[in-house]
């Protein structure tokens, strides 16, 4: 088990081994949330890590979309 480092997640606090490494762009991460850049507000493998809340979509971000489509939900193209 080699030590690869920090995560690279910004905020992630969590040492990354090979063997449980995700390996994304050249950068050794912790999970695949974090991998992933925390994408639809998943939450990083290790409870109480800041970089879920640091790095995941805003508040307004995710309703947006729904938002915009409701307007659009009765539209024919």
Not at 1 to 24: K, L, W
Not at 36 to 59: R, V
Request: charged share 20%; glycine share 10%; net charge negative.
């Amino acid at each position: 088990m080699t030590d690869m480092g920090m995560c690279a997640c910004p905020g992630c606090e969590h040492q990354v081994s090979n063997d449980q490494a995700i390996v994304s762009e050249g950068l050794a991460f912790c999970c695949t949330p974090c991998a992933t850049g925390h994408s639809e507000g998943s939450e990083c493998i290790h409870a109480g890590c800041p970089c879920t809340e640091l790095n995941g979509p805003a508040e307004d971000e995710e309703s947006a979309g729904d938002e915009i489509m409701e307007k659009f939900s009765n539209a024919q193209f």
